[in-house]
């Protein structure tokens, strides 16, 4: 979970002494990084979903998982505006309770969601390569669908607990309200550190270990001997390369957010406590938060790897 320290200008730790912290950066760095994610993200996940929804034929399983991996980049995409505004300001949010829940309840469902798609999509590469004629059987397009509903359920389970334990905003020591931050250390040492552990082990190290695992099988199929089969060859290359991609963005995108989180998280319920470690992780967390939001851009890229007749100029065509 994206949750603050207790104050944008300084921070007491265990020993009572004022270790003064800050990030003026990010002023400049969210509003630029969710501009420019606002407007790529919107326009290229709302081109696949146009392109999938004009395909003719069945959605194959990997496509499945795509159109609502585009939607939920999408709906994420969409609402960055609030936390352009919210960060230009200087950390101020003027939109209220509500819309604090409902941004900052998509922010979670983008992030964990896009993980568990794009962990869905590398099971499927998977099984086409590895398990080709097992693959006959497991890859029914309503799979796909039962393990999507099966994903939302999750996400909205997990966010309705989220938004019911309380308000989301709070007051700044300077009299700005923020939103999903400053929460304080008794909260921290109850249900928020519960749920950021519990989030990052069930929406990041676990997919992240799946597609570990996958990836060096397929790489082990690939180089068995084919000769003579020239097709089959390229169509696993080309699984090869796409959860090659699917690792890279989550070496990118979520593996930083989550080592700094995790450091974060026991230094908010005092397991960890350094004032250089305070200043360290306020900053990191800035940028790191930056770089989950480009999965959202980077998630389209994904599926024009997937599909050869994929051309971004003739895609709304």
């Known amino acids: 979970m994206s949750i603050d320290s207790a104050d944008s200008t300084n921070h007491t730790d265990t020993n009572n002494t004022q270790c003064e912290v800050g ?12 501009s420019v994610v606002f407007v790529f993200g919107t326009v290229s996940n709302s081109c696949v979903l146009w392109y999938l929804f004009r395909k003719k034929g069945d959605f194959s399983p990997s496509e499945v998982f795509m159109v609502n991996l585009a939607a939920i980049d999408l709906i994420f995409a969409v609402t960055l505006p609030f936390k352009v505004a919210y960060h230009a300001l200087g950390n101020d949010w003027i939109f209220g309770e509500l819309a604090c829940k409902i941004t900052g309840s998509l922010f979670f469902a983008n992030m ?19 398990h080709p004629i097992r693959s006959l059987h497991l890859r029914r397009p309503r799979y796909g669908v039962v393990a999507c509903c099966l994903i939302w ?35 921290w040492k109850g249900h928020i550190s519960g749920i950021s552990i519990a989030a990052a082990v069930v929406g990041f190290f676990i997919p992240l270990a799946i597609i570990i695992v996958c990836y060096p099988l397929i790489a082990r199929k690939l180089l068995e001997p084919a000769a003579g089969k020239d097709t089959l060859y390229m169509v696993k290359r080309k699984a090869l390369r796409i959860v090659l991609l699917m690792l890279l963005v989550f070496l990118l995108c979520f593996v930083p957010y989550h080592l700094i989180q995790l450091i974060h998280t026991l230094r908010r319920i005092q397991v960890l406590a350094s004032c250089r470690l305070i200043q360290f992780t306020y900053s990191a967390r800035r940028v790191t938060m930056a770089l989950t939001s480009l999965n959202s851009c980077l998630d389209p890229v994904v599926y024009s ?11 709304c065509c």
């Open 23 to 34: 990030a003026d950066f990010q002023y400049i760095l969210f509003p630029v990084v969710y």
């Open 112 to 130: 964990y969601g896009s993980t568990l798609f794009l962990t869905c999509i590398c099971l499927d590469r998977y099984i086409a390569v590895v």
């Open 153 to 187: 359920l999750l996400l909205v389970g997990s966010l309705l607990y989220l938004t019911i334990k309380g308000p989301l905003t709070s007051k700044f020591p300077n009299g700005k309200t923020a939103c999903l931050e400053n929460f304080s250390s008794s909260s």
């Open 305 to 315: 790897f997937m599909r050869d007749t994929f051309q971004w100029r003739k895609l």
